[in-house]
C-alpha cells in the first residue's frame, strides 16, 4: 500500500469470519458503490480497491492538472 492511502479517507476493518470491509475513516460506515456493500473481500482485493480509492479521492483533492 502507498502512502495514498494513508492520506484518505478509506480504510480496510477486518470481519469476524476473516473477510475485509473498506470503510469510510471518519464515520466507520461501510463503503457502498452502486449499491453494493464493499465487503467479503479477500485481504488482496481489499488492499487494491482501497488502493483504488483513495487514489481516486486523492485526484480530486488535487484537481486539475492543466
Given at each position: 500500500m502507498n502512502n495514498i492511502c494513508r492520506s484518505c479517507r478509506y480504510s480496510l476493518r477486518v470481519n469476524t469470519n476473516g473477510y475485509w470491509t473498506v470503510c469510510h475513516t471518519a464515520t466507520g460506515e461501510r463503503v457502498v458503490i452502486d449499491g453494493t456493500v464493499i465487503d467479503a473481500l479477500e485481504i488482496g482485493e481489499?488492499?487494491?480497491l482501497l488502493e483504488l480509492l483513495s487514489e481516486e479521492c486523492f485526484?480530486?483533492?488535487k484537481g486539475p492538472t492543466h
Amino acid at each position: 500500500m502507498n502512502n495514498i492511502c494513508r492520506s484518505c479517507r478509506y480504510s480496510l476493518r477486518v470481519n469476524t469470519n476473516g473477510y475485509w470491509t473498506v470503510c469510510h475513516t471518519a464515520t466507520g460506515e461501510r463503503v457502498v458503490i452502486d449499491g453494493t456493500v464493499i465487503d467479503a473481500l479477500e485481504i488482496g482485493e481489499a488492499d487494491q480497491l482501497l488502493e483504488l480509492l483513495s487514489e481516486e479521492c486523492f485526484n480530486r483533492r488535487k484537481g486539475p492538472t492543466h
